[in-house]
Every structure is written in structure tokens, then in C-alpha cells.
């Protein structure tokens, strides 16, 4: 069973920046996907950024140019660089792994004040 443990969130001021870390432990032999996805009170989960094995990244048009998604395939790791952070920003993040089937973290609290 791949679990996936994540730190970082919190509480930061708009314009700040955070730090979301992700790592994958487990029967691993390659993991084809592996990113983050928020999620607002009431609604599903979203995609925020991707990154594949191959290096292909994909991102929210939201969060472009500020947020910046990274990966260690020799370590299963994965980060998520958020700086200029918006109110909007405020959500609960989960990290995103696609292995065999897809994994998720528990989840963790991003607030942005406005």
C-alpha cells in the first residue's frame, strides 16, 4: 500500500509564500504522476499542478506563474512552491500520487487572509 505523507501549510499573509512537501513510501517501481489538488468547503477537489515522470508539468490556470511544482523521483517526493499567495489560495491541498491506481495524502490547510 503507497502512502503519502505531506508538510507544510499554514497560515501566511497575502503576497507571501509557502512550502507543501509530499513524500511516497511503499511498494513503488515508478510513479507516473505525482502532484497536488485543493479542495473548497463544499466543492470537489481540483487540480493545482502536475508533474510526470517524463517532466511534464501541468497547472491550474490560477495559479500560473506563481506556483511551481517539483519532484525528486529518486527520493518519491514532490513539492509545491506557492508564492504572491491570494485569499483565493485558502483551501485544504492533497497531494496526489498515480502508481498503480491514484493515492492521496490527508490533506493540509493553506489560509490566506484577505
Known amino acids: 500500500q503507497v502512502q503519502l505523507v505531506e508538510h507544510g501549510g499554514g497560515l501566511m499573509e497575502a503576497g507571501g509564500s509557502l512550502r507543501l512537501g509530499c513524500a511516497a513510501s511503499g511498494p513503488i517501481f515508478v510513479i507516473e504522476l505525482m502532484g497536488w489538488y485543493r479542495q473548497y468547503p463544499g466543492e470537489q477537489r481540483e487540480l493545482v499542478a502536475t508533474?510526470?515522470?517524463?517532466?511534464?508539468?501541468t497547472y491550474a490556470d490560477s495559479v500560473k506563474g506563481r506556483f511551481t511544482v517539483s519532484r525528486d523521483n529518486a527520493k518519491n517526493t514532490v513539492h509545491l512552491q506557492m508564492n504572491s499567495l491570494k485569499p483565493e489560495d485558502t483551501a485544504v491541498y492533497y497531494c496526489y500520487a498515480r502508481v498503480d491506481r491514484s493515492y492521496w495524502g490527508q490533506g493540509t490547510q493553506v489560509t490566506v487572509p484577505s
Open positions: 508533474l510526470a515522470a517524463d517532466g511534464t508539468a
